[in-house]
Protein backbone atom coordinates (compact mmCIF):
# COMPACT_ATOMS: atom_id res chain seq x y z
CA UNK A 1 0.00 0.00 0.00
CA UNK A 2 1.14 3.40 -0.96
CA UNK A 3 2.97 5.40 1.76
CA UNK A 4 2.90 8.65 0.08
CA UNK A 5 0.83 10.43 -2.43
CA UNK A 6 -0.52 9.42 -5.92
CA UNK A 7 2.25 10.94 -8.54
CA UNK A 8 1.10 11.78 -11.99
CA UNK A 9 1.74 9.48 -15.16
CA UNK A 10 0.83 11.08 -18.38
CA UNK A 11 0.13 9.28 -21.62
CA UNK A 12 0.12 10.94 -25.16
CA UNK A 13 -2.16 10.90 -27.91
CA UNK A 14 -1.03 8.41 -29.95
CA UNK A 15 1.69 10.64 -31.80
CA UNK A 16 2.70 10.23 -35.79
CA UNK A 17 5.80 13.02 -35.68
CA UNK A 18 7.59 14.51 -32.85
CA UNK A 19 5.72 17.90 -33.26
CA UNK A 20 4.39 17.19 -29.72
CA UNK A 21 7.24 17.90 -28.19
CA UNK A 22 6.36 21.62 -27.19
CA UNK A 23 2.87 20.33 -25.34
CA UNK A 24 5.44 17.70 -23.69
CA UNK A 25 7.53 20.28 -22.31
CA UNK A 26 4.78 22.41 -21.29
CA UNK A 27 2.59 19.87 -19.35
CA UNK A 28 6.70 18.34 -17.68
CA UNK A 29 7.54 22.00 -16.98
CA UNK A 30 5.22 22.19 -13.95
CA UNK A 31 7.77 19.65 -12.20
CA UNK A 32 4.64 17.50 -11.00
CA UNK A 33 4.51 15.01 -13.60
CA UNK A 34 6.31 11.25 -13.00
CA UNK A 35 6.65 9.79 -16.07
CA UNK A 36 4.90 9.77 -19.66
CA UNK A 37 4.00 7.00 -22.32
CA UNK A 38 4.75 8.09 -25.41
CA UNK A 39 2.13 6.10 -28.01
CA UNK A 40 3.65 6.20 -31.14
CA UNK A 41 1.91 5.21 -34.33
CA UNK A 42 3.18 1.85 -36.37
CA UNK A 43 6.40 3.25 -38.16
CA UNK A 44 9.70 1.17 -38.76
CA UNK A 45 12.06 0.68 -36.20
CA UNK A 46 14.53 3.85 -37.24
CA UNK A 47 11.44 5.97 -37.25
CA UNK A 48 9.79 5.32 -33.96
CA UNK A 49 13.39 5.41 -32.52
CA UNK A 50 14.12 9.11 -33.99
CA UNK A 51 11.13 10.12 -32.52
CA UNK A 52 11.91 9.22 -29.32
CA UNK A 53 14.93 10.99 -29.52
CA UNK A 54 12.96 14.11 -30.36
CA UNK A 55 10.37 13.69 -28.03
CA UNK A 56 11.79 11.76 -24.40
CA UNK A 57 14.11 14.63 -23.71
CA UNK A 58 10.77 17.16 -23.55
CA UNK A 59 9.88 14.93 -20.54
CA UNK A 60 13.03 13.88 -19.14
CA UNK A 61 14.68 17.23 -19.00
CA UNK A 62 11.91 17.90 -16.16
CA UNK A 63 12.18 14.67 -14.60
CA UNK A 64 9.88 12.69 -15.63
CA UNK A 65 10.84 9.22 -16.63
CA UNK A 66 10.04 8.44 -20.09
CA UNK A 67 7.69 4.85 -21.44
CA UNK A 68 7.50 4.02 -25.01
CA UNK A 69 4.09 1.81 -26.69
CA UNK A 70 3.07 1.20 -30.41
CA UNK A 71 1.24 -1.54 -31.79
CA UNK A 72 4.43 -1.49 -34.72
CA UNK A 73 5.32 -4.88 -35.10
CA UNK A 74 9.17 -3.12 -34.58
CA UNK A 75 11.19 -4.09 -31.45
CA UNK A 76 10.05 -1.59 -28.40
CA UNK A 77 12.85 -3.18 -26.40
CA UNK A 78 15.43 -1.98 -29.02
CA UNK A 79 13.81 1.40 -30.05
CA UNK A 80 13.53 2.71 -25.92
CA UNK A 81 17.59 1.51 -26.01
CA UNK A 82 18.56 3.45 -29.06
CA UNK A 83 15.97 6.23 -28.61
CA UNK A 84 16.79 6.95 -24.61
CA UNK A 85 13.85 5.54 -22.96
CA UNK A 86 13.26 4.95 -19.68
CA UNK A 87 11.08 1.80 -20.19
CA UNK A 88 8.37 0.00 -22.67
CA UNK A 89 5.03 -0.39 -22.02
CA UNK A 90 2.75 -3.63 -23.95
CA UNK A 91 -1.00 -3.79 -23.62
CA UNK A 92 -2.56 -7.46 -22.86
CA UNK A 93 0.06 -9.45 -24.12
CA UNK A 94 0.83 -13.05 -23.80
CA UNK A 95 2.49 -13.58 -20.02
CA UNK A 96 5.20 -15.18 -22.00
CA UNK A 97 6.01 -11.80 -23.92
CA UNK A 98 5.99 -10.00 -20.87
CA UNK A 99 8.28 -12.25 -19.29
CA UNK A 100 10.72 -11.76 -22.83
CA UNK A 101 10.75 -8.39 -23.08
CA UNK A 102 11.65 -8.75 -19.15
CA UNK A 103 14.66 -10.26 -20.03
CA UNK A 104 15.71 -8.10 -22.46
CA UNK A 105 15.31 -4.86 -20.58
CA UNK A 106 16.90 -6.26 -17.73
CA UNK A 107 16.90 -3.69 -14.89
CA UNK A 108 17.84 -1.11 -16.85
CA UNK A 109 14.37 0.07 -17.68
CA UNK A 110 11.26 0.14 -17.14
CA UNK A 111 8.43 -2.49 -18.22
CA UNK A 112 4.49 -1.46 -18.15
CA UNK A 113 1.26 -3.42 -19.06
CA UNK A 114 -2.07 -2.13 -19.78
CA UNK A 115 -5.23 -3.73 -21.44
CA UNK A 116 -5.29 -6.05 -18.45
CA UNK A 117 -8.94 -7.50 -18.88
CA UNK A 118 -9.02 -9.78 -15.17
CA UNK A 119 -7.94 -9.88 -11.79
CA UNK A 120 -6.41 -13.09 -12.83
CA UNK A 121 -4.17 -11.55 -15.68
CA UNK A 122 -3.03 -9.08 -13.85
CA UNK A 123 -1.86 -11.52 -10.45
CA UNK A 124 -0.38 -13.08 -13.81
CA UNK A 125 1.48 -10.16 -14.96
CA UNK A 126 2.74 -8.75 -11.69
CA UNK A 127 4.38 -12.78 -11.03
CA UNK A 128 6.00 -11.79 -14.87
CA UNK A 129 8.21 -8.94 -12.86
CA UNK A 130 6.99 -5.87 -14.37
CA UNK A 131 7.24 -2.82 -12.58
CA UNK A 132 4.01 -1.67 -12.63
CA UNK A 133 0.30 -2.50 -14.07
CA UNK A 134 -2.18 0.57 -15.47
CA UNK A 135 -5.91 -0.07 -15.14
CA UNK A 136 -8.73 1.62 -16.80
CA UNK A 137 -6.99 3.10 -20.07
CA UNK A 138 -9.21 3.59 -22.86
CA UNK A 139 -9.81 1.10 -25.18
CA UNK A 140 -8.71 0.87 -28.94
CA UNK A 141 -12.15 1.86 -29.75
CA UNK A 142 -11.86 5.06 -27.61
CA UNK A 143 -14.61 3.84 -24.64
CA UNK A 144 -13.40 3.64 -21.32
CA UNK A 145 -14.69 0.71 -18.33
CA UNK A 146 -16.93 2.16 -15.54
CA UNK A 147 -15.15 4.81 -13.13
CA UNK A 148 -16.34 2.25 -10.32
CA UNK A 149 -14.93 -0.42 -11.45
CA UNK A 150 -11.22 1.20 -12.06
CA UNK A 151 -11.42 2.22 -8.49
CA UNK A 152 -12.44 -1.04 -7.50
CA UNK A 153 -9.37 -3.03 -9.36
CA UNK A 154 -6.68 0.00 -8.39
CA UNK A 155 -8.20 -0.05 -4.84
CA UNK A 156 -7.78 -4.24 -4.75
CA UNK A 157 -4.28 -4.41 -6.42
CA UNK A 158 -2.91 -1.86 -4.12
CA UNK A 159 -4.01 -2.88 -0.57
CA UNK A 160 -2.63 -6.33 -1.50
CA UNK A 161 0.29 -6.28 -4.11
CA UNK A 162 3.57 -4.50 -4.01
CA UNK A 163 4.17 -3.76 -7.66
CA UNK A 164 2.97 -0.72 -8.37
CA UNK A 165 0.01 0.12 -10.15
CA UNK A 166 -1.32 3.47 -12.47
CA UNK A 167 -5.61 4.27 -12.22
CA UNK A 168 -6.85 5.74 -15.36
CA UNK A 169 -8.38 8.59 -14.50
CA UNK A 170 -10.82 9.93 -17.43
CA UNK A 171 -11.50 13.63 -16.12
CA UNK A 172 -9.95 15.54 -13.31
CA UNK A 173 -12.81 15.43 -11.57
CA UNK A 174 -11.91 11.54 -11.23
CA UNK A 175 -8.57 12.49 -10.16
CA UNK A 176 -9.51 12.19 -6.05
CA UNK A 177 -11.37 8.90 -6.21
CA UNK A 178 -8.89 7.27 -7.71
CA UNK A 179 -6.26 8.87 -5.47
CA UNK A 180 -7.80 7.26 -2.50
CA UNK A 181 -7.13 3.88 -3.60
CA UNK A 182 -3.57 4.22 -2.60
CA UNK A 183 -2.50 3.41 -6.29
CA UNK A 184 0.77 4.57 -6.44
CA UNK A 185 0.50 6.70 -9.87
CA UNK A 186 -3.23 8.47 -11.32
CA UNK A 187 -2.78 8.22 -15.11
CA UNK A 188 -4.49 11.17 -17.24
CA UNK A 189 -4.64 11.83 -20.83
CA UNK A 190 -7.07 13.71 -22.90
CA UNK A 191 -8.07 15.45 -19.45
CA UNK A 192 -4.69 17.31 -19.65
CA UNK A 193 -4.19 17.61 -23.66
CA UNK A 194 -7.68 18.93 -24.14
CA UNK A 195 -7.74 21.27 -21.16
CA UNK A 196 -9.02 24.58 -22.27
CA UNK A 197 -6.19 26.56 -20.46
CA UNK A 198 -3.38 24.18 -21.74
CA UNK A 199 -1.46 21.03 -20.72
CA UNK A 200 0.18 22.72 -17.55
CA UNK A 201 -3.36 24.36 -15.97
CA UNK A 202 -4.18 20.81 -16.19
CA UNK A 203 -0.80 18.90 -14.68
CA UNK A 204 -1.32 22.35 -11.68
CA UNK A 205 -5.18 21.33 -11.51
CA UNK A 206 -4.71 17.46 -11.19
CA UNK A 207 -1.28 17.73 -8.34
CA UNK A 208 -3.38 20.25 -6.35
CA UNK A 209 -5.97 17.49 -5.50
CA UNK A 210 -3.01 14.95 -4.79
CA UNK A 211 -1.52 16.94 -2.34
CA UNK A 212 -5.16 17.84 -0.58
CA UNK A 213 -5.31 14.50 -0.61
CA UNK A 214 -2.25 13.60 0.83
CA UNK A 215 -2.56 16.74 3.46
CA UNK A 216 -6.11 15.31 4.82
CA UNK A 217 -4.46 12.04 5.65
Not at 150 to 167: G, K, L, N, S
Request: glycine fraction near 6%.
Amino acid sequence: MADTAARLYLITPVLEDSSFAPRLAEACATGAVAAVLLRLAPADERTLTNQVKTLAPAAQEHGAAVIVTSEAKADLATVAARGGADGVHVNGADPAIVREMRDRLKSERALGVGAIRSKDDAMTFGEAGVDYLLFGEPRPDGSLPSLESVVERAAWWAEIFETPCAAYAPSLDAVESLAATNAEFVALGDAVWSHPDGPAAAVKAAAAILERQEASR
